[in-house]
C-alpha cells in the first residue's frame, strides 16, 4: 500500500512541476506584453508631448497674424479720418 502511495504522490508532484512550468511561462508572457505596453505608453506620450508643442507653435503663429491684421486695421481706420492731399 505504501507503494501506491508513493506512486500517487510521484505523480502528483510531477503534474504540480507541470502546471507551475506553464504559470511560469504565462507570467514571463504577461511580463513581456507589459513591458511591450508600457513602451507604447511611453511612445505615445512622446506623440502628444510633440503635438502639444506645435500646437503651441501654432498658438504663437495665429498671435502674430492677429496682431498684424489689427495694426493693419487700426492704420486703415486712421487713414480714413485723415485728410487727403
Known sequence: MSDVTQELMHELLRRMHARFDKLDQANGELRGDNLV?????????????NVRGSLAHIEQR???????LELRELAEAKARFEHQP
Open 62 to 68: 495665429l498671435d502674430r497674424i492677429e496682431n498684424r
Open 37 to 49: 505596453l508600457r513602451g507604447q505608453l511611453h511612445n505615445l506620450q512622446g506623440d502628444l508631448n
